[in-house]
T-cell receptor, first 117, second 114 residues
């Protein structure tokens, strides 16, 4: 079965540079989520999109922005990179914004490992 | 706001032992959703199970079983006859639903020794 695709898988940047991470959700999934996982930490929710509109916002720094495109893929743009941005960035996707009677689980991509030097 | 507590930082057992991972979820929402994810050393996050707050049925899937008790806000996960391949970090997570992000616990590092 098709899974969430993230690119690149590894990225090395210098401080103050910019980075763009891409996420391609599972086919037919219309909701995308971004998470940041620092070394030895739990994943922290950054932001989500449903039908190309921002849906929920977590602890996303102002230096970061994201969007979802018409084909449902999403990009996370990170500017003025800091050493502390070094982390594993996960994208997840789910099918639809379900109602109260159900909730669709999020399936995670393999992650992009960002190293800021 | 939700809070997920996994009190066990690390558990080490010998292969074939049963092991239970604890999770406590706190929220003011009357409807919420709970999940368990597995993160093996390779780093990916693997979905294991979802439970709705209004469904207290316990579930068994092979060697895995889950016990959800709304009265104590606990959503515990048991592996029966553990195997070395079960070694991983296990995360409990919760959400209010919709397109809300997940709130993860700190994770329990499970080590299964041969």
């Amino acid at each position: 079965a098709a899974g969430v695709i993230q690119s690149p898988r590894h990225l090395i940047k210098e401080k103050r540079e910019t980075a763009t991470l891409k996420c391609y959700p599972i086919p037919r999934h219309d909701t995308v989520y971004w998470y940041q996982q620092g070394p030895g930490q739990d994943p922290q929710f950054l932001i989500s999109f449903y039908e190309k509109m921002q849906s929920d916002k977590g602890s996303i720094p102002d230096r970061f922005s994201a969007q979802q495109f018409s084909d449902y893929h999403s990009e996370l743009n990170m500017s003025s990179l800091e050493l502390g941005d070094s982390a594993l960035y996960f994208c997840a996707s789910s099918l639809g914004r379900a109602g109260l009677s159900s909730y669709n689980e999020q399936f995670f991509g393999p992650g992009t490992r960002l190293t800021v030097l | 706001a939700q809070k997920v507590t996994q009190a066990q930082t690390e558990i080490s057992v010998v292969e074939k032992e049963d092991v239970t991972l604890d999770c406590v979820y706190e929220t003011r929402d009357t409807t919420y959703y709970l999940f368990w994810y597995k993160q093996p050393p390779s780093g990916e996050l693997v979905f294991l199970i979802r439970r709705n707050s209004f469904d207290e049925q316990n579930e068994i899937s092979g060697r895995y079983s889950w016990n959800f008790q709304k009265s104590t806000s606990s959503f515990n996960f048991t592996i029966t006859a553990s195997q070395v391949v079960d070694s991983a970090v296990y995360f409990c997570a919760g959400s209010g639903g919709g397109a809300d992000g997940l709130t993860f616990g700190k994770g329990t590092h499970l080590i299964i020794q041969p």
